[in-house]
């Protein structure tokens, strides 16, 4: 069919690149190439030059010695969603991010070498991070390689268990990773809690299989992770209202996990015999000032901009910091610490000291090294006028349950107080979601 003169023209209507670039993603118009991946019939329509421009690994590919005669590459390793994206943002320097997407978006960013797309998914992760999806990223992050995004997520499970295996993306994670979870030390949930969101788990599993939810079935979907449960850490009600009515354990095991909460010495070469998980990690408070006293600012802005450096004596975990603010006026904060940005609305409370002020929490605690410096910047936008409270001599050296903190910086401005807590298992490094180019 013969096209329309408008569109023989429709170059005189962009009036930059940018347009013209936009105009052209995934047109057939002077096409030379095209995609396809697993799982779908779609193809995708290219252009190599535009390719070659955004990647060596396309230059490579297209005008190299060796290169690509087929007219359709096929990709195995994405997927439809991700690898329209990953185009889009060849052609137009923006993609629409997803939990589902996102992690893949990354790997074929590394895979082509397209570093600014790889550092728009890093700031997609630090902005959208939380329980509700770390199950999705993590088991991506898994499949992919990505072991920061693995870590990072496996930490905020330990941080915040309940709420992540309360979540829709608990419930797709494969029988691997439900062992690596239950597993691990430090999970911050109730033992009897971690039974039941398995036990959902195990029935999602059935599904999947399209076999019967019963008892048997469930135990086989949970494989060795059954094992690592503490039922031995349970209360007796706990033990008989959901354990035993479950049917998952045998008479046999019932009895004896009944026989260890009755102090009976038993031990077991398959069962997880313990009593508990590792603690949590208990906060500690280091205050910023020397002093405090009482004075009127009058300002002309509604934005500030203060930063602080610190560092400490011993590997250490940063949790968040405490802003001063006028009391019961809302603030909004953008945080930034070692490549993580946080953004939310406070609304400050007086302290025991009478002080008034809100903790800006990081989703994730960030691991710092001993005698690493971590540089901390908060913008703040608030009231027009505020009673502050607080001096501008910022202390030089703190000592705290045998912690020695220092301060690099003479004016902490709003800054009242970091909120730490130990490193006991000596973590490596701080987080950096760029380290793992």
């Known amino acids: 069919m013969a096209r329309s003169q408008q569109e023989l023209d429709w170059q005189s209507t962009k009036k930059t690149v940018l347009e013209r670039s936009c105009h052209m993603f995934n047109n057939p118009f002077m096409s030379d190439i095209a995609f396809s991946c697993e799982g779908s019939d779609k193809k995708f329509f290219a252009h190599k030059y535009v390719l070659a421009t955004s990647s060596a690994v396309f230059h490579a590919m297209f005008y190299g010695e060796l290169a690509e005669k087929n007219s359709v590459v096929h990709l195995s390793d994405t997927d439809e969603e991700s690898l329209e994206e990953f185009l889009r943002f060849l052609y137009t320097d923006e993609c629409n991010l997803t939990t589902h997407n996102a992690v893949v978006v990354l790997y074929l960013a590394k895979k ?190 509604s934005t500030w901009v203060d930063a602080l450096g610190i560092s400490f004596s011993k590997p250490v975990k940063l949790h968040g910091v405490r802003l001063l603010g006028c009391k019961e006026k809302e603030y909004n904060v953008k945080l930034e610490v070692s490549s993580r940005i946080i953004e939310k609305k406070f609304l400050p409370k007086q302290d025991n000291r009478g002080i008034s002020g809100f903790d800006v929490m990081l989703p994730v605690p960030i691991k710092v090294q001993a005698n690493v410096p971590v540089h901390l910047k908060a913008t703040i936008t608030g009231c027009h006028y505020c009673s502050a409270v607080w001096d501008l001599r910022v202390k030089k050296i703190v000592e705290i349950n045998g912690i020695t903190i220092n301060f690099e910086t003479e004016e902490g401005g709003h800054f009242d107080g970091i909120i730490f807590s130990e490193n006991l298992n000596e973590m490596r490094h701080s987080y950096d979601f760029r380290d793992n180019r």
């Open 112 to 301: 082509y070498i397209v570093p600014a797309l790889a550092q728009k998914c890093f700031e997609y992760f630090d902005a959208n991070f939380a329980a509700e999806n770390v199950f999705i990223l993590l088991q991506q992050a898994i499949q992919f390689d990505e072991n920061k995004l693995e870590e990072k997520c496996w930490d905020l499970i330990d941080l915040k268990t309940s709420e992540a295996v309360a979540s829709d993306g608990f419930y797709d994670i494969n029988q691997a990773t439900l062992v690596e979870l239950v597993k691990r030390e430090p999970l911050n949930v109730e033992e009897v809690d971690l039974f039941k969101a398995v036990l959902k788990w195990s029935e999602a599993e059935c599904s999947r299989k399209g076999i019967e939810a019963n008892a048997k079935n469930k135990r086989a979907a949970m494989g060795n992770a059954i094992y690592q449960i503490r039922f031995a850490s349970m209360t007796l009600q706990d033990l008989a209202q959901n354990a035993s009515r479950s049917d998952i354990l045998t008479p046999e095991e019932m009895l004896l996990f009944y026989d260890k909460l009755g102090k009976v010495k038993r031990t077991s070469e398959v069962w997880n015999m313990s009593e508990t998980r590792a603690k949590e990690d208990i906060l500690l408070r280091c205050r910023i000032f020397n002093s405090y006293r009482d004075f009127l600012i009058r300002l002309t802005v």
